[in-house]
T-cell receptor, first 115, second 113 residues
Framework: KQEVTQIPAALSVPEGENLVLNCSFTDSAIYNLQWFRQDPGKGLTSLLLIQSSQREQTSGRLNASLDKSSGRSTLYIAASQPGDSATYLCAVGRMTTDSWGKLQFGAGTQVVVTP | DGGITQSPKYLFRKEGQNVTLSCEQNLNHDAMYWYRQDPGQGLRLIYYSQIVNDFQKGDIAEGYSVSREKKESFPLTVTSAQKNPTAFYLC????????????FGQGTRLTVV
């Protein structure tokens, strides 16, 4: 059974520092990996989608890498800002014979960026 | 604007009641999903549907039911058989096929009173 782990569970950094968020998964048979942002009491906002054949994706200050063989992904946020404070979730696309699109989520990393 | 609309934002249920959460999407996506989120845990899949008039159980389907009569709509009913329904419920959709990007609604917080 696929398990997704995010460490640390919480992280606090001063403004301007780079953020490094980790995600690990136990089964390398995945379709893709997606990073989300969640603000308190809100839904999930998609940040980056990495296909299983890709090594990384970039969008503005965000960069995500994927090493499928070792079961790891890392989300880098450059020059953090207080507005980056949120919970960040990673999810892997489960590869099953009967369906597509199902996601397996980690519990998230809660980030606080202090001014 | 294209997106997923969940309603209501807050819902209160008395013991023994069934309640229905609404999810509507105008993204023309084929697949829709319901997830449950509890504090400190990752989202867990309740039900999913890849095509109209068909749906499948996810990892925690007991005490829930769904229907998919229209492509745009995927309502979730939390029945009285669900013993611990207090949670944050999120609806998502994806286009057809593996590896596509998932989009989420703003969620419904259900509380048992």
């Amino acid at each position: 059974k696929q398990e997704v782990t995010q460490i640390p569970a919480a992280l606090s950094v001063p403004e301007g520092e780079n953020l490094v968020l980790n995600c690990s998964f136990t089964d390398s048979a995945i379709y893709n990996l997606q990073w989300f942002r969640q603000d308190p009491g809100k839904g999930l906002t998609s940040l980056l989608l990495i296909q299983s054949s890709q090594r990384e994706q970039t969008s503005g200050r965000l960069n995500a890498s994927l090493d499928k063989s070792s079961g790891r992904s890392t989300l880098y946020i450059a020059a953090s800002q207080p507005g980056d404070s949120a919970t960040y979730l990673c999810a892997v696309g489960r590869m099953t014979t009967d369906s597509w699109g199902k996601l397996q989520f980690g519990a998230g990393t809660q980030v606080v960026v202090t001014p | 604007d294209g997106g997923i609309t969940q309603s209501p934002k807050y819902l209160f249920r008395k013991e023994g009641q069934n309640v229905t959460l609404s999810c509507e999407q105008n993204l023309n996506h084929d697949a829709m999903y319901w997830y449950r989120q509890d504090p400190g845990q990752g989202l867990r899949l309740i039900y999913y549907s890849q095509i109209v008039n068909d749906f499948q159980k996810g990892d925690i389907a007991e005490g829930y039911s769904v229907s998919r009569e229209k492509k745009e709509s995927f309502p979730l009913t939390v029945t009285s058989a669900q013993k611990n329904p207090t949670a944050f419920y999120l609806c998502a959709s994806t286009p057809r096929g593996p590896g596509t990007e998932a989009f989420f609604g703003q969620g419904t917080r259900l509380t048992v009173v």
